[in-house]
T-cell receptor, first 112, second 112 residues
Framework: DTAVSQTPKYLVTQMGNDKSIKCEQNLGHDTMYWYKQDSKKFLKIMFS???????INETVPNRFSPKSPDKAHLNLHINSLELGDSAVYFCASGPTGANEQFFGPGTRLTVL | GEDVEQSLFLSVREGDSSVINCTYTDSSSTYLYWYKQEPGAGLQLLTY?????DMKQDQRLTVLLNKKDKHLSLRIADTQTGDSAIYFCAERRNSGYSTLTFGKGTMLLVSP
């Protein structure tokens, strides 16, 4: 009954590989987000989708491609992984224009 | 400099009050938030305050907002060891899509 879930929780991979992180929310929210938290704990918005449409893309390299097959899912695909992509990636969701965002547990990506 | 700034570390003894401070730069911010992140976990929304309010109290938590100085604080009364975590201040800048801009987080360490 987890509200916002992400898979996998941990992901270790080699440089140059392509990987995906999945996010699902069962809260009925219209808006979903991806945030990146770096090694210094700095948390920054990457993307935001509203009703399956991209509304915010914050200067993220085009190696990162979010995909929203439906309102409840927002997946993140990363091509040609680099060392600097190592971070914890958080998915979040919230009602459009509302005050709260609910965060998933995070996916710790380590690129070797 | 960062748009949302926080001191990085705070250490208190169990039973004392903790005060975590935050400054932000965007006067158009509509809502300001405090999130808690325990080790290895996702972000948990603690509380938020609308920008036309000065204070909000929720059990052991008191949020003070000085809009003139763009200063936000979180006071935790009777701090417990379970309060040890990283606390993030965040601002919401536009009313359409609730993108949050986070500070770098304040690590609160509560010692017995």
């Amino acid at each position: 009954d987890t509200a916002v879930s992400q898979t996998p929780k941990y992901l270790v991979t080699q440089m140059g590989n392509d990987k995906s992180i999945k996010c699902e929310q069962n809260l009925g929210h219209d808006t979903m987000y991806w945030y990146k938290q770096d090694s210094k704990k700095f948390l920054k918005i990457m993307f935001s989708y509203n009703n399956k449409e991209l509304i915010i893309n914050e200067t993220v390299p085009n190696r990162f491609s979010p995909k929203s097959p439906d309102k409840a899912h927002l997946n993140l695909h990363i091509n040609s992984l680099e060392l600097g992509d190592s971070a914890v990636y958080f998915c979040a969701s919230g009602p459009t224009g509302a005050n709260e965002q609910f965060f998933g547990p995070g996916t710790r990506l380590t690129v070797l | 400099g960062e748009d949302v700034e926080q001191s990085l570390f705070l250490s208190v003894r169990e039973g004392d009050s903790s005060v975590i401070n935050c400054t932000y730069t965007d006067s158009s911010s509509t809502y300001l938030y405090w999130y808690k992140q325990e080790p290895g976990a996702g972000l948990q929304l603690l509380t938020y305050i609308f920008s036309n309010m000065d204070m909000k109290q929720d059990q052991r938590l008191t949020v003070l907002l000085n809009k003139k100085d763009k200063h936000l604080s979180l006071r935790i009364a009777d701090t417990q060891t379970g309060d040890s975590a990283i606390y993030f201040c965040a601002e919401r800048r536009n009313s359409g899509y609730s993108t949050l801009t986070f500070g770098k987080g304040t690590m609160l360490l509560v010692s017995p």
